[in-house]
């Protein structure tokens, strides 16, 4: 179940050593930022456990780990925050002490308690956030092209883009510049929307997933990834700095993950320490700069634990701007939710 290899005694001998620090376990489903031994190490020691951690792509896996479970097998889960209801319905989330959450400190925009609250009681705490927009080439792309998409879209840049490959921000992006709003979408949008996402594959020189897109921009494959973002580029600054990104005028889609703790954990008391630590200042700011990937945290005193150059990196400055700018993903019910897979599949088989 480790994803995380560390030196020294195994586990399981160190929880056999009376008195040993490592005693006690955690068992988290998380996504790939969380696996940053600079993220869980901190933790690890200062509570005197081990976190063992497996990583999972799109909730639709979650779910089906936690069907293919124990009750028991798992503590924390990290999930897409529009799915929040979704897992709360299935009834397994567990609930939070609202008063133990610092969303006081939070970027109002983005605690999102439409999502994480039911009847007044809170289940699920906001994260990190981000932007699906346009990553691009600063040095082989006119930057103020960028805040256009139907410039990108254009003859101009045809053969230098790159897709990412998820229907939902892509989508919500493709709505956006068609003067849509994604909280809003109905089947009666599809048509516009096929317009759209067939005039990005025809222009596109690719569609891929997180790596490939990212590998396509920073080997220039691609000069262009619409989808893309903060969570692409950030990483990358350092060794490219002409790697960047922006929010076209229109704005963009911003993506949002929460942490929760789940119905049948094990280890409830030890889980919600978990949450406080991920939400607090210190392992917001590790979190935002995951090696994985980048984000913004939710919290915004995490602003006193990053760099000028790692909160530079993020846009610390322009959030507000961008914020009132972005829109949610779409959340469509599980028939339109079809209809859009479907659309999209067509899209990647033209």
Known sequence: MRLIDRAGLST???????????AQELNALVWCD???????EPFEAAHGVTVNLRE???????????EQSQ???????????????????????????AGELPTADFFPEVVMAESTTRDGKTYAVTEKFGYNTVSFNSETVDAADMSDLSTILS???????????????????????????????????LPALREEL?????????VGEVVASQTALATGEADIVIGGGEWLTAGLAAEQPELTWTIPEKGAVRWAQSIAVLADSANPDLALEFVKYIVSPEGQ??????????????????????????????????????????????????????????????????
Request: proline content about 6%.
């Open 34 to 40: 969380h696996t940053d031994p600079a993220l869980i």
């Open 285 to 350: 700011a590790r979190l935002a700069t995951s090696s994985c990937y980048w984000g913004m945290p939710a919290n915004r005193l995490a602003g006193d634990h990053l760099t000028a150059e790692q909160k530079a990196t993020l846009r610390w400055d322009e959030q507000p701007e961008y914020l009132a700018r972005a829109q949610l993903y779409p959340a469509p019910d599980a028939e339109l939710d079809a209809q859009m897979q479907d659309l999209w599949l067509e899209m990647l088989q033209r």
């Open 12 to 22: 399981a001998l160190l929880a056999a050593l009376p008195g040993s620090a490592f």
């Open 71 to 97: 009750p028991g097998d798992w503590d924390v889960l990290v999930i897409d925050a529009i799915d929040v209801p979704r897992v709360l319905d299935a009834g397994l989330l567990a609930e939070l002490p």
């Open 56 to 66: 999972y792509e799109g909730t639709g896996a979650a779910l089906a780990t936690l």
């Open 155 to 189: 003859d101009k840049y045809a053969g230098r883009i790159a897709v990412y490959d998820y229907y939902l921000p892509v989508m919500g992006l493709a709505a956006v510049n068609l003067g849509l709003r994604t909280a809003e979408l109905t089947a009666d949008d």
């Open 198 to 206: 067939f005039r990005m594959k025809d222009h596109a020189s690719s």
